[in-house]
């Protein structure tokens, strides 16, 4: 199984350039086969998550061309058969194929999704939302048949705005005769970026980025081209890089704006970043003061960098917390970094965590529990002194576009072996 392997304490110059974003490409791919006709997608990230996609398409015999970071679809040959549990359980965003097809066929006959295990993630919000859409749900042994008649619009409340169900629902939606209004939406950009999509191929969105959003379903979507946002995600974790080892490190094709709550926590800390219009200029400040971090729907601080954020916390001074809402379980990479010499504690409850720095991280073998867990040990590698290795790195590469090739490239002394 290869690993990656990091030499630690190397100053980071240069460019680093921030590919589409995971989260909204995954649901675009299902997102085009609503679409009889072909749709072209640009600046899709390299990587596993959307080969896993890519087979899906095939087995339902939808046409697929990807190159250069571009990606066409033709649906107009699909086949709607079971999309197996194999292929169902290797991602989250397989899950996107039930409002798809469901959407486009009135049935889809698939498992339950896979994905980081980082605390229960059930899919009842996903299902409310196509059960008052007038579909019926057969569920047996993680195996979901959903069909509906005809699906029609309804008021649907969310009881938590759960990014993958708002999306999911809009897929299921945009076809449905009369009106949707989902309320207590997810309002993360991701969605802004699929509501658009759909919008550009005819479909009739309103209020995507708020708490309410209207579907009017539309009898036929056609072709268009449609670009992927910078993800949010990855641009952060190259910003608490930078914060940690940049010398003038410049983190380009990024959306600031989707970022307000990791920038206010860093410059809270002692980060001193030079803000532009689609890149921040980020340079390393040797003392750092401690803060406390809580995640939160957005636009709070995303979950998703809160293990990465952790790594940053053991370079700040004094006691820093980190408080999770989201997940139950997403503390995994901290037995990792302390292997490292992390100084942490989590709470009984699994929910918060106590950080005391400032550490002086050493080299160790670790493993990665999960995706951005295993960022988190890569960024400490990347501080720490000494060679340190990570295992099980198949979780990062599904989400962390060539990540070997980008650090490499501003000076960090990293290698897949
Ligand atoms: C998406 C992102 C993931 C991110 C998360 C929160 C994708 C593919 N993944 O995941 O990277 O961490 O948003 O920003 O876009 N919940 C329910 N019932 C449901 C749905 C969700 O109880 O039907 C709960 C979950 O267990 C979790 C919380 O709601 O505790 C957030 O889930 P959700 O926003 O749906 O996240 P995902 O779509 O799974």
Same mark, same amino acid.
């Given at each position: 199984m290869p690993k990656i392997k990091i030499e630690g304490g190397h100053k980071l110059t240069g460019t680093v350039t921030v590919s589409g974003a995971k989260n909204s490409v995954v649901a675009l791919i299902p997102a085009a086969i609503l679409c009889d006709e072909t749709v072209t997608i640009s600046n899709?990230?390299?990587?596993t998550d959307v080969d896993d996609l890519e087979n899906i398409l095939v087995h339902l015999n939808a046409k697929i061309n990807r190159e250069d970071g571009k990606v066409e679809i033709n649906s107009s040959d699909i086949v709607n058969k079971e999309i197996t549990e194999s292929l169902s359980k290797?991602?989250?965003?397989?899950?996107?194929f039930m409002g798809a097809l469901l959407g486009k066929f009135n049935k889809v006959d698939m498992y339950f999704p896979g994905g980081c295990a980082i605390g229960a993630r059930p899919i009842n919000l996903h299902l409310k939302g196509f059960e008052l859409l007038g579909a019926k749900i057969t569920e047996e042994d993680n195996h979901f048949i959903i069909e509906a008649d005809k699906l029609k619009g309804n008021n649907i409340y969310l009881d938590f705005p759960s990014v993958g169900a708002t999306i999911n629902i809009m897929l299921a939606a945009v076809k449905a005769k009369g009106k949707t209004i989902i309320d207590n939406a997810a309002q993360e950009p991701e969605i802004v970026n699929i509501a658009t999509f759909l919008n550009n191929m005819g479909a009739k969105i309103k209020g995507? +980025?708020?708490s309410t959003i209207t579907i009017t379903g539309v009898k036929y979507l056609h072709s268009c081209f449609h670009e992927v946002i910078p993800d949010r995600i990855e641009a952060g974790t190259y910003l608490i890089i930078g914060a940690l080892l940049?010398?003038?490190?410049k983190i380009d094709n990024m959306i600031p704006n989707h970022l307000e709550a990791l920038i206010a926590k860093l410059t809270e800390a002692g980060v001193g970043m030079e803000i532009g219009l689609d890149n921040v200029i980020i340079n390393e400040v040797k003392d750092y003061k401690s803060i406390e971090v809580k995640t939160l729907v957005?636009? +709070?601080?995303?979950t998703d960098l809160q293990q990465v954020m952790t790594t940053f916390l053991t370079q700040c001074k004094g006691k820093s917390t980190v408080e999770e809402t989201?997940?139950?379980?997403?503390?995994?990479?901290i037995k990792e970094l302390k292997k490292m010499g992390a100084k942490a504690n989590i709470r009984k409850d699994n929910r918060k965590a106590t950080i005391k720095g400032k550490t002086e991280l050493h080299s160790a073998d670790v493993i990665a529990t999960d995706l951005r867990g295993g960022a988190s040990l890569l960024v400490a590698a990347l501080v720490a002194e000494g060679t340190s290795t990570i295992d099980n790195i198949a979780y990062i590469l599904r989400g962390y576009d060539r990540i070997v090739e980008k650090l490499t490239q501003v000076g960090a002394k990293i290698e897949i072996i």
């Open positions: 899709v990230p390299n990587i290797k991602l989250r965003a397989s899950y996107y995507a +980025g708020t940049g010398h003038n490190l957005y636009p +709070g601080f995303p989201i997940y139950e379980n997403r503390f995994q990479n």
